[in-house]
């Protein structure tokens, strides 16, 4: 297969192998993003009452085998190798030196989004509104368990969105910058549950998250960084609500 400039596959035109792309980005939609944007978009927020650490837990869990048990199927049948899909051998000092690129160009991107819609006069007012908060975890134990459900959120998210549907879109157009535009407002859209400014600020950070990924073809340090993002929102609730919010 012939490639471009940045290790970027032109447009492969065999009708087989194009189905097959097509296929692969039509089965990670239907099981990670399709329910979520349904959920997002039809059910208002209002709809659904708190829930138990416990509850959203096992629930989130139970999803998440389901998830991540279609992308492994996917990836191990595929006549790509596993890098293809930005999941190559992890690498401790590359990977982790990574993530702490990615937490300054997620904290980057989120400031400037917060500063263009504040020149615009846009508001973050309203964001979260009427969204139930799940109450948070309350016990190291039941950290332990929230460290792993982020954990495993965050692989599938980045899987679905880059791994899977950015990839193939690029294959299928050999572009770069269309296909993460397209994949990271994927991203966005079944985030609208918390307003529109919170869903163009998951915008933003897809971008950041895209453009990292187009460069170095790895989703390990995207998916660590992910974990802790949504951690850390965990953390700001705990200390300033009785119940904490969850991450998406």
Partial sequence: MSLRAGGWPRPILGPRRRGRLW???????????VPHLIAAV??????????????????RAAELVGVLSVLWFLVR????????????????????SLVALAVVLSAAAGLAYEWATALAGLSERGAWEGV????????????????????????????????VLFT????????????????AGVFASYHVYQ????????????????????????????????ALTNLWIDAWWAMHSPVAGSGG
């Fill in 195 to 226: 307003g529109a400014w919170s869903a163009g600020s998951v915008m933003a950070y897809g971008l950041a998250h895209g453009a990292m990924f187009a460069w170095t073809r790895r989703v390990w340090p995207l998916a660590i960084e992910h």
């Fill in 132 to 163: 139930a908060p799940e109450a948070g975890p309350t016990t190291a134990g039941a950290w332990a368990v929230n460290v792993g459900i982020h954990a495993a959120n965050g692989l599938a998210e980045e899987l679905v969105i880059w791994g």
């Fill in 23 to 33: 296929a692969e980005m039509a089965v990670v939609m239907g099981v990670g993003v």
């Fill in 42 to 59: 039809l059910v208002p927020a209002s709809a659904y009452g708190p829930m138990t650490f416990e509850v959203a837990a096992a629930s």
């Fill in 168 to 183: 193939r879109l690029a294959a299928l157009t050999g572009r770069v910058w269309v296909p993460m535009v397209i994949s």
């Fill in 77 to 96: 049948t595929s006549d790509e190798p596993a890098g293809a899909f930005g999941c190559p051998r992890f690498e401790w000092r590359v990977d982790l």
